[in-house]
């Protein structure tokens, strides 16, 4: 049973392009979240999405980042002209639903974003 | 102020001490309570899940909730070396699964 998957695990992009990363959920989740981790931080929520909905995207940064959970297909995080300051960890996280007690989220291995 | 404290650490023990970790928060509406284990460069792995307070105990570690004074730990007994990561404490509100709010993170060396 593979865990969330996410690809690339390093991503190095030059200032003003665009970042694409994607996560595949655990098996049977439906519900998904991306986490952003700067360094000497904790993980800071961006966004949470279900199959073709955004539920909450109250973390994600107004410009240049967005998110999408098609129908087929892994979740995608965009970020469009990448500045330095985007240098991160991004985690995804999944679970089988979106509320209730038995329904904690799982992470991947992370894809770690340098801008230079 | 932020929503989760949590001191960075680093945390050195020698093997085989008693661990104590903790957060404090600020929104009481925070009902259910995780610890996470991040090893370097790794995805965080869920060690505890606690709803409301209480203790949980499950093999060398233990959570603890106080709501009434905000405040959680983690007890991690006879330390090993491969303990050594750093923990995450995360907390959330009922309605919320994946949008778990996270303390700063300890690091903790736990030396043979």
């Known amino acids: 049973n593979a865990g969330v998957m996410q690809n690339p695990r390093h991503l190095v992009r030059r200032r003003g392009q665009e970042a694409r990363l994607r996560c595949s959920p655990m098996?049977?989740?439906?519900?998904v979240y991306w986490y952003r981790q700067l360094p000497e931080e904790g993980l800071k929520f961006m966004v949470y999405?279900?199959?073709?909905?955004?539920?909450?995207e109250s973390g994600m940064p107004k410009e240049r980042f967005s998110a999408e959970f098609p129908k087929e297909g892994p979740s995608i995080l965009r970020i469009q002209q990448v500045v330095r300051g985007d240098s991160a960890a991004y985690f995804c996280?999944?679970?089988?639903?979106?509320?209730?007690?038995?329904?904690?989220?799982?992470f991947g291995q992370g894809t770690r974003l340098t801008v230079v | 102020q932020k929503e989760v404290e949590q001191d960075p650490g680093p945390l050195s023990v020698p093997e085989g001490a008693i661990v104590s970790l903790n957060c404090t928060y600020s929104?009481?509406?925070?009902?259910?309570f995780m610890w996470y284990r991040q090893y370097s460069r790794k995805g965080p792995e869920l060690l505890m899940y606690?709803?409301?307070?209480g203790n949980k105990e499950d093999g060398r570690f233990t959570a603890q909730v106080d709501k009434s004074s905000k405040y959680i730990s983690l007890f991690i007994r006879d330390s090993q070396p491969s303990d050594s990561a750093t923990y995450l404490c995360?907390?959330?509100?009922?309605?919320?699964?994946?949008?778990?709010?996270f303390g700063q993170g300890t690091t903790l060396q736990v030396k043979p």
């Open positions: 999405l279900q199959k073709e909905n955004i539920i909450d």
């Open positions: 995360a907390m959330r509100r009922p309605s919320n699964t994946g949008k778990l709010i």
């Open positions: 098996k049977g989740h439906s519900h």
């Open positions: 929104n009481s509406a925070f009902q259910y």
């Open positions: 606690t709803y409301s307070s």
């Open positions: 996280a999944s679970s089988p639903s979106g509320q209730g007690m038995n329904t904690e989220a799982f």
